[in-house]
């Protein structure tokens, strides 16, 4: 677990020997370092009242709360095309996969009509080892591998 602990100063109070813990947050969120510092800024630079006025810090607390929903946005956009994009990846992983698990079967399958083809007169036992063998090649350069329940991965 993330060590938040350390990004809100509040937490590091200490109550009746234990640091204290708070969970109620219905009435009031603790702060962290990054929000309070934030705040403080903009208290101690760019007080003014956005989109109300012609002062100076009117027109600048106006431009830094566009820059932040500007900021929002854009982090929004780019987490909806990151789970797009990420949503993509796992169907062509699982394209993939499906993929190779057929691509033994097949390999198998065209691999006994040619043998039939080719060597009618072989015995089944032979027949039935020529395959295997040709299997473990297919797997082989193919990258497919069974466990030892004969499990495809």
Same mark, same amino acid.
């Given at each position: 677990?993330?060590?938040? =602990?350390?990004?809100?100063?509040?937490?590091?109070?200490? #109550?009746?020997?234990? $640091?204290?813990?708070?969970?109620?947050?219905?009435?009031?969120? $603790?702060?962290?370092?990054?929000?309070?510092?934030?705040?403080? &800024?903009?208290? /101690?630079?760019?007080?003014?009242?956005? #989109? =109300?006025?012609?002062?100076?810090?009117?027109?600048?607390?106006?431009?830094?709360?566009? /820059?932040? +929903?500007?900021?929002? +946005?854009?982090?929004?956009? /780019?987490? +909806?095309?990151?789970?797009?994009?990420?949503?993509?990846?796992?169907?062509?992983?699982?394209?993939?996969?499906?993929?190779? =698990?057929?691509?033994?079967?097949? !390999? +198998? $399958?065209?691999? !006994?009509?040619? !043998?039939?083809?080719?060597?009618?007169?072989? /015995?089944?036992?032979?027949?039935?080892?020529?395959?295997?063998?040709? &299997?473990?090649?297919?797997? $082989?350069?193919?990258?497919?591998?069974?466990?030892?329940?004969?499990?495809?991965?």
């Amino acid at each position: 677990m993330l060590n938040v =602990r350390k990004d809100f100063p509040i937490l590091t109070k200490v #109550h009746n020997g234990h $640091q204290i813990v708070y969970f109620d947050n219905a009435a009031t969120t $603790q702060k962290p370092y990054q929000v309070i510092h934030a705040i403080v &800024d903009l208290l /101690e630079h760019h007080n003014g009242n956005p #989109h =109300r006025g012609a002062h100076v810090l009117s027109i600048e607390a106006g431009e830094l709360y566009d /820059e932040a +929903r500007e900021a929002v +946005r854009k982090s929004q956009r /780019e987490r +909806r095309e990151y789970e797009k994009k990420r949503e993509e990846c796992e169907k062509i992983k699982a394209e993939c996969e499906k993929i190779k =698990r057929n691509l033994g079967r097949i !390999i +198998r $399958q065209k691999s !006994i009509e040619l !043998i039939n083809k080719s060597f009618p007169e072989i /015995e089944q036992e032979k027949l039935a080892a020529k395959i295997k063998k040709l &299997d473990e090649v297919a797997r $082989q350069d193919f990258f497919i591998h069974q466990d030892n329940e004969g499990k495809q991965y």
